[in-house]
């Protein structure tokens, strides 16, 4: 099967979710996509949002910097005005960019989840119960979204020769956007 070396897909997944569970729902997310991303031995583990259980990498490194990039985007919204921002998760290949008399390592990206969330604060029961059953239905769209992405004949096409063992054989990383601007950890 040959590779599909055009544009990248980029992946979006919404949610609104209430401010309470905003950490534990993004983290979850990211977990996801990275379990059925990283293509190494991946141990798993399991987080039940809702009722919806999503799939999770058990790696102290990988926790470590989800949870980095979750605080950054929390605090950066907390701290603000602005309620809505974006987690990227980029996936990329190393590949050799031969110049007239050397050649470079370069990252190119093939793949972008692109993870939209907007925080709510409810302002009465009834708003919680409608906020968390919106975004448990949210969370099994995005499940459903990876799933059938990373099954797919275009998901796994995309998906570069692996020449580096590891629990990750391609470089990834993770960026937090609120307001348009790029938040550091």
Do not use: C
Request: charge should be positive; glycine fraction near 4%; charged fraction near 25%.
């Amino acid at each position: 099967m040959d590779r599909d070396t055009s544009k990248p897909p980029v992946i979006p997944i919404d949610v609104v979710v209430e401010r309470q569970m905003a950490k534990e729902v993004l983290s979850a997310l990211l977990h996801a996509i990275l379990f059925h991303r990283l293509l190494g031995l991946v141990k798993p583990r399991t987080s039940e949002i809702l009722d919806v259980t999503l799939p999770a990498v058990k790696d102290p490194e990988i926790e470590q910097l989800v949870n980095d990039k979750v605080h950054a985007f929390w605090r950066s919204v907390e701290s603000g005005r602005q309620k809505r921002g974006q987690i990227i998760l980029t996936l990329a290949e190393k590949r050799q960019k031969k110049y007239l008399f050397s050649t470079v390592e370069e990252e190119v990206m093939w793949e972008e989840w692109v993870i939209n969330a907007e925080l709510r604060q409810p302002v009465n029961e009834r708003d919680r119960q409608s906020i968390n059953s919106n975004l448990s239905t949210a969370l099994s769209e995005a499940l459903r979204k990876v799933l059938t992405h990373t099954s797919s004949e275009r998901g796994r096409a995309i998906v570069p020769p692996i020449t580096n063992p590891g629990l990750s054989p391609f470089p990834f990383s993770i960026k937090v956007k609120v307001g348009g601007v790029e938040i550091s950890s």
